[in-house]
């Protein structure tokens, strides 16, 4: 080996020896190593105490007096959750370049650039997900639930952030963007009112119908159990030209008032003929004249 070689590795072993024996190095490396290892413990403790806080919070709204849905709430509450998580991970990433003596501008410059070029061509898709959110923030409707979406009405089969499905009563499936959920009918949330209108000849004794009806209201909440409250009769609700009609109203659980009308309706007709009651039912008139009386008989059959 030449003499300038033996020089040149002398030189490089003399200042690796003084950039290993450099204090002012060794302090810098480990301030910046304690630096990033505070602010990863910092930003994970704010993330469990976050979530911590929010399930705590959503725990009690489930178990108040106000019975929240709890697959809502759970939903929510995981929602909230992650969002927390990636804000506070993005802002200890930019922290710990920060700390690295990385020029974040730049980089926060471009990313802001990115983010406003994707919010411009994803525009419908940023407007499903917020408007995905405050659905489920704001409690606007729940799966399971009977809700009528514009033209569309069914069961909510799915909610998600960008698009919400409902099941028709016929089975067909209808699929929106959240974006264009603007007016829902949630028909879920309180109680439901069944209607029976009851159709009495213009033969019966009205009063008499009347007792006979409520007598039969009495007993019959004791029969279904999605019954709130003892039906009402409300009286005559409308004179045909062949008939008069009696309305019944029963307040019932939600969306159960279709079989409890149903039921009720069934029942009454049964009640109403062993009392001897008569439906009305369509007559037909013969009018015959004969050829020496020119007064018609006439002769109505049933």
């Known amino acids: 080996m030449s003499a300038k070689a033996m020089a040149d590795v002398e030189q490089a072993a003399e200042q690796g020896k003084k950039l290993l024996l450099d204090e002012e190095m060794w302090l810098s490396i480990g301030f910046v190593g304690l630096k990033v ?16 806080l929010i399930r705590k919070t959503f725990a009690v709204r489930i178990k108040g007096p106000l ?20 804000v506070v991970y993005f802002m200890a990433i930019i922290a710990v370049l920060s700390a690295f003596t990385i020029d974040i501008t730049g980089l926060i410059a471009g990313a802001g650039v990115l983010g406003l070029a994707i919010g411009f061509g994803a525009q419908n898709l940023v407007r ?26 069914g069961t909510v089969e799915e909610i998600g952030l960008r698009t ?56 019959i909440q004791d029969k279904y159990e999605q019954i709130i409250k003892p039906p009402e009769l409300l009286g005559v609700q409308n004179l045909t030209t062949t008939e008069v009609v009696m ?6 659980l939600p969306m159960q008032h279709f079989a409890v009308s149903r039921g009720l309706r069934r029942d009454l007709k049964e009640y109403l003929d062993k009392q001897g009651v008569e439906i009305p039912y369509p007559r037909m008139v013969m009018v015959q004249r004969s050829p020496e009386d020119t007064n018609p008989s006439v002769i109505a059959k049933k």
């Open 247 to 252: 309305r019944i109203i029963a307040e019932t």
């Open 37 to 52: 290892v505070l602010i990863v413990l910092l930003a994970a403790i704010v993330v469990r105490v976050a979530k911590v």
């Open 128 to 153: 499903d997900i917020i408007t995905g959110f405050f659905i489920i923030f704001e409690d606007q409707f729940s799966v399971g639930d009977y809700v009528r979406i514009g033209q569309a009405e």
């Open 164 to 219: 919400t499905k409902v099941k028709g009563f016929t089975g067909e499936l209808f699929i929106f963007p959240n974006g264009n959920v603007t007016d829902v009918v949630n028909f879920s949330i309180h109680n439901s009112i069944a209607v029976v209108d009851i159709n009495i000849s213009y033969e019966s004794d009205m009063a008499k119908v009347e007792q006979l009806i409520q007598e039969f209201l009495e007993d």
């Open 67 to 86: 019975k929240y849905n709890e697959r809502r709430q759970q939903t929510m509450s995981k929602l909230l959750e992650n969002v927390i998580a990636y």
